[in-house]
């Protein structure tokens, strides 16, 4: 797989039709004007590529922006659209690529600490968080700190506005994207799982497209293991 971290408006055409087409076989509800509105407020997209065909199987969409909260100057990363294609489940690209873009970020244009705000309609997503951070919120086993919640509510009524309701931890966007039938079920096996269960609990409307707002400090000190192994890799990625 090639992995390549690169700027919006280095996108070609034929990049932004392909990020368009993978997104709409996967997700009911995709709209190209709303598509491209999205893309358009990002400034940063990670693809993912077959090494042999050049098809692409997967990519997110960021954008890095610089705030202030109680004078702390801070950085978020705000997620856009991410999908991989089933084909591509089996790898560890995807979020080996997201940490290591995130790297690159952060040492070139991050000012004060770095958090990721992340709304998940699907489990997959929110399965991520506990994997590779120690800690995140919301989680089903540690009640939401104030600071934590302060901040998570702050940058999601800035970015979401009315959309994030602020009592449930809710973004509800107006014209949501849907899982695909086939897609969007968590498998029998999985829901035994606490932290996708606590997550189906959170968000029970996830099936609709609702999407919760998740919140982690991006650090090398708040990586799992499997985190800090990739942050600490020979860095892989095509830049542009």
């Not at 506990?130 to 700190?145: I, N, S």
């Not at 606490?194 to 189906?200: E, K, L, S, T």
């Not at 099936?207 to 919760?212: F, M």
Request: aromatic share 12%; hydrophobic share 40%; glycine share 4%.
């Amino acid at each position: 797989m090639k992995s390549q971290l690169i700027r919006i408006e280095n996108l070609q055409p034929s990049d932004r039709h392909d990020l368009y087409t993978l997104l709409q076989t996967h997700f009911e509800g995709v709209q190209p004007d709303v598509f491209k509105a999205d893309l358009d407020q990002k400034n940063w997209a990670i693809l993912l590529r077959d090494a042999d065909t050049n098809t692409l199987k997967g990519f997110s969409t960021l954008l890095l922006h610089h705030t202030e909260f109680a004078g702390e100057p801070l950085s978020v990363i705000y997620s856009g659209d991410t999908i991989t294609d089933p084909s591509a489940w089996s790898s560890a690209a995807l979020p080996r690529t997201w940490l290591a873009a995130i790297k690159y970020l952060q040492q070139r244009y991050v000012v004060g600490k770095l958090y990721w705000l992340l709304i998940c309609s699907g489990y997959r997503t929110y399965r991520f968080l506990p994997v590779f951070a120690q800690e995140f919120c919301p989680r089903y086993d540690t009640p939401m700190a104030d600071d934590c919640l302060a901040r998570m509510n702050f940058l999601a009524k800035r970015y979401y506005h009315s959309a994030y309701d602020e009592t449930s931890g809710i973004v509800r966007l107006s014209h949501p994207q849907i899982l695909r039938e086939g897609l969007r079920s968590i498998p029998v096996g999985r829901q035994s799982d606490r932290h996708i269960r606590f997550f189906m609990d959170k968000n029970p409307g996830h099936l609709q497209g609702d999407e919760l707002v998740c919140f982690t400090e991006i650090c090398e000190a708040n990586l799992t293991r499997a985190g800090q192994r990739i942050w600490c890799a020979e860095p892989f990625l095509l830049v542009e």
